[in-house]
């Protein structure tokens, strides 16, 4: 008998995994803060194109949203959809940008009211990674929008709750106010850079964050939470903040 050859191979569903970056632009992060997060997000983002492209099974679709005295903006992406990396590079935020109060609670709440108005349907399909949120932020917010409401509202939310969700605090230093507020947040990690340098910061945050990627693309059953607070701890204890 004739043997068929096959011309196409049939095509292989890709894992989709679903990053927000929530970056805080009030106008207290000009300067060195805004720097250090431009230096860490160009990385970051060269990083995860280099790794989408090694990983053949998975999608990397991200979200940049950004919040002070302009209110919340999507810097990338849109409430709709993340976008894939593929075509993009990272712009710096200018210290023109950075201005105003921090809205902090109004950015949690967009993304709490989009995972409860299910405007993405694919987080419950069959080949999702679980979501990853960073917050990025040097002080307590004075928004309209209570953190705290936002943040158990985002928890509360089938999505939310499966997240691996991580905040980061720049030169936050005695205030303990936004410390609780970060704290709070961070279900699955909690991390202060005050004693280090700016590279080192960078540094930091770079590895943090792409630790949790790692940990929340593993698609197995388990605390990711847990398995995630023990990775930032492994990290701080490094000498980057020696």
């Not at 950004?66 to 990396?85: A, M, N, W």
Request: charged share 30%; net charge negative.
């Amino acid at each position: 008998e004739e043997k068929i050859t096959m011309l196409f191979k049939p095509k292989k569903i890709k894992w989709v995994q679903h990053i927000f970056f929530l970056i805080d632009v009030s106008g207290s992060m000009k300067n060195e803060r805004i720097g250090i997060v431009n230096s860490v997000m160009k990385d970051l983002i060269s990083e995860l194109k280099s790794q989408s492209l090694k990983d053949m099974d998975r999608n990397y679709k991200v979200r940049i949203l950004t919040f002070g005295g302009k209110g919340v903006q999507f810097k990338y992406g849109s409430l709709v959809q993340g976008i894939l990396l593929d075509d993009y590079e990272w712009t710096d935020i200018s210290d023109e940008e950075c201005d105003g109060y921090t809205p902090m609670g109004e950015c949690i709440k967009l993304v709490s009211q989009a995972f409860a108005e299910g405007v993405y349907p694919e987080y419950l399909g069959r080949y999702l990674a679980t979501p990853f949120i960073l917050l990025i932020s040097d002080g307590q917010p004075n928004g309209d929008v209570d953190v705290y409401e936002a943040t158990n509202e985002l928890r509360t939310t089938k999505i939310g709750s499966q997240s691996v969700i991580v905040s980061i605090g720049i030169s936050v230093d005695d205030n303990e106010v936004a410390k609780d507020v970060l704290r709070h947040f961070g279900k699955s990690g909690f991390a202060l850079g005050d004693g280090a340098r700016p590279e080192e910061l960078a540094e930091l945050i770079k590895q943090i964050t792409t630790a949790s990627i790692d940990i929340a693309s593993e698609n197995r059953s388990g605390s990711k939470d847990e398995e995630n607070k023990k990775k930032i701890d492994q990290i701080m204890m490094t000498d980057l903040l020696l």
